[in-house]
Nanobody, 124 residues
């Protein structure tokens, strides 16, 4: 497993941008698919985006497609989530996760390692 630490959350106005970072420990970071999930109060944790280890293929939830971009820097053991055109409904705790699944539809069960989460609040 890898240890994950998120950063970059905060308060932003609607239409603004934030970039989340997730730093991973361990020498095998490049062999993990990395994902971002979010959980709003009273709601289940939901998939946001993922990037595979094999070809860097990216996957997005329909709700963020065209606004969010996931990327990774294997040399820095870090994955990023660039969030643009933020909406109040994007408000949630955002979690970074690492897993082995490549491709397909991602769920929480596909990821074995999780960070502690970082709060993102979008004001209207």
């Amino acid at each position: 497993q890898v240890q994950l630490v998120e950063s970059g959350g905060g308060l932003v106005q609607a239409g603004g941008s934030l970039r989340l970072s997730c730093a991973a420990s361990g020498r095998t970071f490049s062999s993990y698919t990395m994902g971002w999930f979010r959980q709003a109060p009273g709601r289940e944790r939901e998939f946001v985006a993922a990037i595979s280890w094999s070809r860097g293929s990216t996957y997005y939830a329909d709700s963020v497609k065209g606004r969010f971009t996931i990327s990774r820097d294997n040399a820095k053991n870090t994955v990023y989530l660039q969030m643009n055109s933020l909406k109040p409904e994007d408000t949630a705790v955002y979690y970074c996760a690492a897993g082995r699944k490549v491709g397909g539809k991602f769920t929480s069960a596909d990821f074995a390692s999780w960070g502690q989460g970082t709060q993102v609040t979008v004001s209207s």
